[in-house]
């Protein structure tokens, strides 16, 4: 085969490694990413000089060593959407239909089953990309994940838009 090969991005290329552990970093996990989500996170690895593997050890060994308090507490999140006036009516009309007071607690009573669900779902088609961890890190991990009730693909991908996007704020 004498295909025209792609140049291959290193972001940590002359930077300084991630910290040596007592073992290899022979195990790893997975993050499913979209297209965009993965163009963000590695301008954001090159900008810092790391590994894509890296960032995503660093964010979730992060997450799991620092203690935070249970979140149970209830947050009010708003949505705004943009209706027709025929579109709002029948909004209107099924959430008298479902007995419902007001249209919050329809899109409350329509979204809280997928929520409760064990695992998430989607239809996206995800870039996949490996983070290395070695044995210790990796238990660490793997138990704060299932604490969460979360698979790791879709953990670390969540606390990945969240760096992204906190970088995105401060620039």
Avoid: W
Avoid at 4 to 17: C, D, F, H, T
Avoid at 30 to 49: F, M, P, S, Y
Avoid at 51 to 56: P, W
Avoid at 58 to 70: F, I
């Amino acid at each position: 085969m004498s295909g025209a090969k792609k140049r291959v991005i290193r972001p940590n290329l002359g930077s300084a490694l991630r910290p040596k552990t007592n073992a290899p970093r022979k195990h790893f996990l997975t993050v499913d990413l979209t297209k965009e989500e993965h163009q963000q996170i590695l301008q954001r690895c090159l900008a810092h000089g790391i590994s894509l593997s890296q960032f995503f050890a660093d964010l979730v060994l992060a997450d799991a060593t620092n203690s935070k308090p249970e979140r149970k507490q209830k947050m009010v999140v708003k949505f705004e959407l943009e209706l027709t006036a025929d579109e709002y009516d029948k909004l209107e009309m099924l959430a008298r239909v479902h007995e419902k007071s007001d249209l919050n607690e329809l899109v409350y009573d329509l979204l809280m089953p997928n929520l409760e669900l064990e695992r998430l779902h989607s239809p996206m088609d995800p870039i996949t990309v490996r983070y290395y961890l070695s044995k210790e890190e990796h238990d660490i991990v793997t138990r704060h994940v299932a604490s969460k009730g979360f698979s790791a693909c879709n953990y670390t991908a969540m606390l990945a838009r969240k760096a992204v996007l906190q970088n995105k704020k401060r620039k």
